[in-house]
């Protein structure tokens, strides 16, 4: 008794730090995850604010004679209207730089316009059109306002310009529309997620629809119908290793087998989704066995004596019992293939691409390598786009997660 | 009821797979395009552009790296082989060998433009000048023993002062792209390469041992003081911003982007300004690709339409929008030839 009074202090002191440890482990991975989001989200949140100026295009009937509606020189008009409003400027070089204000998507966007409402031509109407990247970034005060002329992007003549802009409420940021709505550009005011948005949509598509009836189907046999035997071993084996390769030999294998032997298309979403099943599939047989597993004996006993095929036993006993734990398997796979680049690089998804994709055989891209494109873009705009493109891959990823852990509560029958 | 939807679901993801086979490679609608990084994001401009602005589909775009593109290139002719291969440096013969083998026999060049490769510091730090010696000598594995002429020795500087006595007492840290990357092989044919020569021994043992010669010039020291920092060269610039010692080497476009956080070293007395470089002064360029496959012209819509775009003054003239985009023109002439290449479809000498 007095040895177990003695030691006593000494193990309450030992749980006591076995328990801090614990508490300090999930504090400082809480901790680098707050970090990871908040310098995502404080480099990010200003990508969802476009500056615009605001012109006042004046369609003369003259610039739409004899041509159609689509071959009007729409950016001349853009261009006009910004004479109109700094009258003073002149001279090639000056010009030049006011034009650089607006974006090269202005023209675009009138044409857009005019198209759906010809009945616009002869009008003069208020538009505000996107601010060219080196404007916006100055407007949301990434460059530093000390830094002056030479040193920036912008010059001294731009920067007073802006500034009469500012003055009059003709500048304003607004909510970036165009970010959600349009595929990818090599200019950062006009880039958007829509076509890699798209493009994941179509892989994941694909990939569930394969991947989960085939994991299902490979882990009810190997769990309730396949012998015990050196041959079911090796296949076990070899499925956990095939769960720990990785993803870049996958892509390998897709571009061997799927590219260069059955002659798939390049960059299609469709031999995305191939690759990125035989990289989830491991992942879903496993924890598909392992929810097949955790349903007691007592069930399959049950069915099989009031005179259940074994199939019957499965299908309508088992497998309804084990599909929570199925589904939040398949879904972390799925999460874990949204986020996936590596494999996509080596079939040719990792492009530019500015048509958004509308089917399973068109080039298209995903938004992880969407991120990647952006990240390795010199304009500076960039910086604050792959942020954001990241919260909404995140955001994805969080729905996924959650809904996998929301599946797991709900239908979770504790024996 | 969700059983059959997954074996709806199911089978039509098989018959998605298994059917499309012929129809998709038989008739490919956009451009497929290939090759270097460094050009990528020129192309893309083009590209986005020509998208924009004529009825055919943008063209596909893959950034693969030099090599990487010449291989998909010259795999053959056909729907599923790409169109065109951007490159940062020259076809190699071995490359044309492998293209002449596959079938690939007529392939037209077209240089587009010129990139400034820069030594960059964050404007903290005061504007270096060097020389192309002063990085050879700073930069390179062996350099020559002051001590032995005509000997190498591994190299012992610490410091740019102890390289050039006009130089600042600080250590030498670079920060430059790894040895896969085109930026990097250009960075030590142009600069490495350039300083070394100035030794005699070395020019030298061009005519000699040309191997060894290589070896002497394009082998960058292994100590740390030159930091292999990725393909991404928008950490450089970060790390760059945060450390005002270090010193980066890339393509002008970022620094271009990024004036207000660094500046561009000048080297042999020229600072890497849009205009040095054009008219070849900044010693530190190298001429940008691209590559056509003439069989696919006529063949893929859209080809005969996209090369005029790209060869027009609008995108790689001296006002055009590649401009904008960092690219250096070439001069009048070369513009003009490379034009009429593009307009007669003229193939390069295959050997």
Request: hydrophobic residues 45%; glycine residues 8%.
């Amino acid at each position: 008794m007095d040895i177990v009074r003695r030691g006593l202090a000494k193990r309450y002191r030992a749980e006591r730090r076995f328990k801090a440890m614990g508490v300090l482990a999930i504090g400082a991975s809480l901790l680098f995850l707050a970090m990871l989001f908040v310098s995502i989200a404080g480099n990010g949140y200003t990508a969802f604010q476009q500056t615009h100026i605001r012109l006042e295009v004046s369609l003369e009937p003259e610039a739409f004679e004899g041509i159609s509606l689509s071959a009007a020189d729409y950016a001349g008009l853009v261009k006009k209207s910004l004479r109109r409003m700094f009258p003073e400027v002149s001279g090639r070089g000056d010009l030049r730089q006011l034009y650089a204000l607006v974006s090269s998507g202005a023209g675009y966007r009138l044409r857009e316009m005019v198209m759906a409402r010809p009945q616009l031509v002869g009008q003069t109407l208020p538009l505000w059109v996107p601010a060219d990247d080196d404007v916006d970034m100055l407007i949301k005060g990434h460059f530093g306002g000390e830094a002056s002329g030479s040193a920036t992007r912008l010059s001294d003549s731009q920067r007073q310009w802006i500034d009469r802009l500012k003055a009059e409420g003709k500048i304003e940021k607004r909510f970036n529309r165009t970010f959600f709505t349009t595929g990818d550009s090599r200019e950062p005011e006009l880039a958007g997620i829509r076509g890699a948005v798209a493009g994941s949509f179509f892989t994941l598509v694909v990939t569930l629809a394969l991947s989960f009836p085939i994991g299902v189907a490979a882990a009810i046999y190997l769990e309730e119908f396949a012998p015990r035997n050196r041959w079911t071993d090796l296949i076990e084996v070899n499925i956990n290793n095939l769960a720990a390769v990785p993803s870049i030999v996958f892509g390998l294998l897709g571009l061997a087998v799927f590219l260069n032997f059955f002659g798939l298309p390049r960059s299609a979403p469709l031999v995305g989704g191939l690759v990125l099943t035989l990289m989830t599939l491991p992942t879903i047989i496993i924890a598909s066995r392992a929810a097949l597993k955790s349903v007691p004996p007592s069930i399959r006993e049950g069915a099989l004596g009031i005179g259940a095929s074994k199939m019957q036993m499965v299908l309508h006993h088992v497998l309804p019992l084990a599909m929570p734990g199925m589904l939040t398997g398949t879904i972390i796979g799925m999460a874990r293939a949204l986020g996936e680049t590596a494999p996509l690089l080596m079939i040719g998804m990792v492009a530019f691409i500015v048509d958004i994709p509308g089917s399973l055989t068109d080039p298209s891209t995903v938004l992880p390598v969407q991120i990647y494109l952006w990240a390795d873009s010199p304009e500076r705009a960039f910086v604050e786009r792959t942020s954001a493109a990241i919260m909404i891959l995140l955001a994805f990823l969080i729905v996924m997660n959650a809904a996998a852990v929301y599946l797991r509560k709900k239908f979770e029958k504790r024996w | 009821m969700v059983r059959k939807f997954a074996v709806g679901l199911f089978s039509l993801a098989m018959v998605a797979a298994f059917t499309p086979n012929a129809g998709a490679q038989s008739a490919r609608d956009y451009i497929s395009i290939v090759g270097s990084s460094t050009v990528y994001p020129f192309a893309t401009v083009v590209a986005e552009q020509f998208g924009k602005t004529t009825p055919f589909k943008t063209p596909k775009i893959e950034s693969t790296g030099s090599g990487g593109g010449f291989k998909l290139f010259g795999a053959g002719v056909g729907v599923e082989h790409p169109d065109i291969t951007n490159a940062s440096r020259a076809i190699k013969s071995s490359e044309k060998e492998m293209c002449r083998k596959n079938g690939v026999s007529e392939i037209i060049e077209v240089k587009i433009g010129y990139d400034g490769i820069v030594l960059a510091n964050s404007k903290k730090a005061p504007l270096m000048q060097v020389s192309r010696k002063d990085i050879f000598l700073a930069l390179a594995k062996n350099v020559p023993d002051p001590d032995n002429p005509g000997q190498l020795m591994a190299n012992p500087y610490k410091t740019w002062k102890d390289v050039n006595p006009d130089l600042p007492a600080v250590a030498i840290e670079v920060l430059g792209p790894p040895p896969t990357s085109g930026t990097r092989d250009a960075f030590a044919e142009l600069a490495l390469e350039g300083g070394a020569k100035s030794f005699d021994f070395i020019a030298a043992m061009k005519a000699k041992d040309k191997k060894q010669y290589k070896a002497v010039c394009h082998t960058v020291r292994e100590d740390g003081a030159y930091v292999e920092a990725g393909e991404n060269d928008n950490l450089i610039v970060q790390k760059l911003d945060a450390n005002p010692n270090a010193f980066g080497v890339f393509g002008f476009s970022f620094l271009d982007q990024n004036a207000d956080k660094i500046q561009g070293s000048a080297i042999d007395g020229v600072q890497p300004t849009f205009d040095a470089i054009a008219d070849g002064k900044y010693p530190v360029s190298r001429p940008l690709f691209f590559y056509v496959k003439k069989a696919h012209v006529g063949q893929i819509p859209g080809m005969a339409e996209y090369l005029k775009e790209f060869a027009s003054e609008k995108a790689w003239g001296p006002d055009g929008y590649l401009s904008e985009k960092g690219l250096i023109p070439m001069p009048d002439a070369e513009r003009e030839q490379y034009r009429q290449a593009v307009e007669n479809l003229t193939p390069m000498p295959m050997n």
